[in-house]
């Protein structure tokens, strides 16, 4: 079983930035390919990142590519989104989620999940 609890979501203008952070329960963190999806207001949930078990393989939507960094830290159990160059249409509920197989695109891939955290662009 594992756990996550996202953090760092807000309201921010647009053009600015936020890092999300999401921490992870167990001693087996390191085990997981972690992703980043989200979900806007009356939108299906859409994938935004993946990392792989060691931090060495990153992969984006194209939307956020160029502006947004996934990112991990094994030692602290925590997956990270340094997001860039907000945009108002990046308004959304972010989660964290965690496959025990490999990086994914797809939501029923991943085995858990956080309870999300929202983060607000204004224009």
């Known amino acids: 079983q594992v756990q996550l609890v996202e953090s760092g979501g807000g309201l921010v203008q647009a053009g600015g930035s936020l890092r999300l952070s999401c921490a992870a329960s167990?001693?087996?963190?390191?085990?997981?390919?972690m992703g980043w999806f989200r979900q806007a207001p009356g939108k299906e949930r859409e994938f935004v990142a993946t990392?792989?078990?060691?931090?060495?393989?990153?992969y984006y939507a194209d939307s956020v590519k160029g502006r947004f960094t996934i990112s991990r830290d094994n030692a602290k159990n925590t997956v990270y989104l340094q997001m860039n160059s907000l945009k108002p249409e990046d308004t959304a509920v972010y989660y964290c989620?965690?496959?025990?197989?490999?990086?994914?695109?797809?939501?029923?891939?991943?085995?858990?999940w956080g309870q999300g955290t929202q983060v607000t662009v204004s224009s």
């Open positions: 990392i792989s078990r060691s931090g060495g393989s990153t």
């Open positions: 167990g001693r087996t963190f390191n085990r997981y390919f």
């Open positions: 989620a965690a496959n025990g197989n490999y990086g994914s695109l797809v939501q029923r891939e991943y085995d858990y």
